[in-house]
Each structure stands twice: as C-alpha cells, then as structure tokens.
C-alpha cells in the first residue's frame, strides 16, 4: 500500500525524480553520515557527487546538479523558498565552498567533484546517484540512491527489496490492495466507495483532522501555484526561448468568460489550468507531485475544472477526488511504473490522467467500477507515450501535454459515466500492458533526450548549457 501522504508531495520543478528525489536523496545521506560518523562531521574533507544514466543525460535540464547541492546545504522541497537559491548557493558558485548540512565547510568545486556519467546506467534503474565523503584520514563512506519517480527514494538496500511481497500481516491498512480487482472486491465487500476504502486505510496510521488538514494543503498549493501561474509572463528558463503563454490566455478568457460557445470555453479553461502549473514546474516554482513534477498539471487542471464548471463543488469532494486518485497511483506505482525514465511519459502523463479521470468520475458520482473504468480509459490512451524532452528541459513537449492529458481526462471520466463500468480491458491489464511497454521502449524515449522531438526539433539547444537550473526562475 502506498498512502496519499506519499503519492502527492508538495515540492519543487522542474521535475520529480530529476530535483525532488535527489534532493531528498541528499537530505537521507546527511542522515546516514549522522549515523557512521556519530554526529560528527567535522573529520570530512571532501565530498563527491556521481550521477548516472537519466539523471546525468538530463540533469542539467532538470537542475539535478542544483537539486543535490541544496539537499547537501540542509534544504527539503516542501519547505525550500526557491526565490532565495543563489543566495543559497552563492558560497559554492563564487567561493567553492560548502557549509555541509549547515554544520561543517569544506572545499567544493562543481566543476571536479560533480561527475557526470550520462552513458553509464545502474542496472537497477536509469536514475541512480551516487553520493561520497572523503576524511581527513583517507577513509571513505558511499551511499548510492534511485529516484524512482515521484519524489520517491529508494538507497542501494531498499532497491533489493521486493516492495509488493508485503502481506496484509505486515501492513499497517485493514484493506491493503495490490490490484484493481482486490481494490473492487474490497470496496464490495466492505459496502464502500474507494474513496471511502482510502480514508480507513489512512486512518489507520493519522487522524482524521491530519488527514483533512493534509488534502486541503494539497488542494491550496494547487490552487496557488495556478492562480501564480497565471500572473507571469517571460521567457522560461533554461535556454530554449520558450514563452510563457498562461497570463495571455488568461486575460483573453478573463474577456470572454460566459460567452456561449457550445461548451468549448471550459476546455480552453482546462488547457490554461495545466499550462499555469507546468509553467510553474518549468520555472522551478512550487508544486504537487501528481504524481511527478512532468505530470503535475493534469490533477490540478482537473479538479479546478470541478471547482469552476460543476455545480455540486465542495471541498468534501475534493479530498474525495484526492483519496481516489491516490489509489489509483498507487496501482500504477506498485504493479508498473510513475517514472518517465522507465517507462516513459506514459507512466507520468498517462498515470496522472487515469488518476485525474478516476477522481472526477467518482465526485461525479461514478459507481466503483465507473472510477475504475474512467481511470482504464485514461491509461489506454496514453500508451506508448514517449519521454523527449528537447534540450532535457521539461518546457517541450511536456507543458502542451499535460493541458491535452486533462481534457482526456475529463472526457474519460464521461465516456465511463455514460457506461456501466464493463470494459473488455481491465485496468489491471491496461497497467501492465504500460509496464511491458515501457520495458520494449528504447531508451533514447525515456528521458534521455536523445530521441524524437529532442534530435528533430527546428530549435533545439544541448542537453548541457549554462544556468544553474530553478535559481534561475
């Protein structure tokens, strides 16, 4: 089982397991130099960072590098003001130096002791880093560490085990759920809604008032990194010349709101919704995991559509479209893959979209298997879904496709309302069709720009450029 608490995370962009994930990574080897070195770190010397496979092939793009530097200063994405990153890191930048958690400086220099190893791929998975400390007597402590998509961190040990061997002695939920077919059977059994289901699982571990009080923090962030999204202008970081283009579209749409135009204004709405956050994400702003930072625009656009469009909003009805959206996450997550740099963008766009067409298909009052079947439709067609990002930027085509993943996934949602949740695929074998899909793609598709729109785009820039990423923005 993974936990809602999990599944969404308030962070930093561009990117999930590119930026959040090894600053969280960073934040664990302070931790685990806590424990070797008995507190004291005063006995380091130097350090050094290696990153592999995607992490390297796009860190730049990605402001990997930026992200593991701030982890190592002491910095968490929840809690990080992004607006302060040159200060942040203006000791290393103009002194080489590093205060080391805040506690201990040593001598550092980017441009030596960051080692990118772009063609060298871990066997356990394409976004891997490395992280060493050198003493003053020659010793050595070495952790390395996967961001598996999502902001979720797994070190050398936890990549060995086998997260879904858990059984449902050992889990801390009355109603774990491995399948889609479980999670129906449980909702059937139980008399409950998945919404429902989720919330006694949660309950398990938090109390009521945590878990409220954590949706509603979910649901603001979105809210304000749309509302944000929608008031700046400019070109967006990172050398591309991309612009923004969600204040124009808002000012026009501001102009024509309630005009009668048989109902196409809400998906321009939608369109904007999306193209506010990934913009924001691109700049290196603060948004939710949705469940990655590439995809984090899709849930949010989705749910300001129920805000704005559908009469019976409520608040209730959002932690509700949250609780259902994580469970399906969940499945995705634990029978396949949210990591673009694994299975490519559908297991980020497509993922979102199913989740979002989950959500919206329950506060629309869809039946268990209507949600399930919303959430199958938006998957299905999202399969194959390549990750190319030009220039290793999550500007293009990521922006764009989020804004097209959540009008398919309100159109998904209705397509399962209209029916009466029988499908001939299930979504148990949609998520592995996505899984088996993703092992048969390339790896010049996952997250690597080194393939489609990254080599043949007209305005291309390389993968490795000047700019330190999100202390840009």
Known sequence: MISVFDMFKIGVGPSSSHT??????????????????????????????ALYGSLSATGKG??????????????E??????????????????????????????DFDEKTDILWYSDVTLPQHPNAMSLTVILADGKTHTRTYFSVGGGFVLDDVGIKENLQTQTETTSPYPYPFEMATDLSRLCQTHGC???????????????EDEIKEYLNEIWEVMQACVSEGCQKDGILPGGLGVKRRAKNLYDQLSKEYGKSD???????????????????????????????????????AVLHYYRGFIPTFSYQGVREFLLVAGAIGALIKQNASISGAEVGCQGEVGSACAMAAAGLA??????VAQCLNAAEIGLEHNLGLTCDPIGGLVQVPCIERNAMASVKAINAARLALRGDGIHHVSLDK??????????????????????????????????VFVGHGFSQC
Do not use: C
């Open 193 to 207: 809604s998945i919404s429902e289901l989720m919330m006694k699982n949660e309950l398990a571990v938090r109390t």
């Open 62 to 75: 990605h402001a990997t590098d930026t992200a593991v530097l701030l982890g190592l200063l002491g910095h």
């Open 362 to 367: 329950h506060v629309l009052g869809g039946t």
């Open 77 to 106: 994405p929840r809690t990080i003001d992004t607006t302060r990153t040159d200060e942040y890191l203006s000791l290393i930048y103009h002194h080489k130096k590093m205060n080391l958690g805040g506690r201990h400086l040593i």
């Open 262 to 300: 048989g109902g196409l204004l809400a998906m321009d709405w939608v369109n904007l919704y999306a193209l506010a956050v990934n913009e924001q994400n691109a700049s290196g702003g603060r948004v939710v995991t949705a469940p990655t930072n590439g995809a984090a625009g899709i849930i949010p």
């Open 430 to 463: 949609v998520i592995l069709t996505m899984k088996e899909t993703g092992l048969d793609m390339m790896d010049k598709y996952k997250e690597t720009a080194r393939g489609g729109l990254a080599i043949h785009a007209d305005n291309r820039i390389p993968s």
């Open 20 to 49: 959040v994930g090894p600053m969280v990574a960073s934040g664990q080897f302070l931790v685990y130099l806590d424990e070797v070195l008995a507190g004291e770190f005063g006995g380091i010397k130097k350090i050094q960072i």
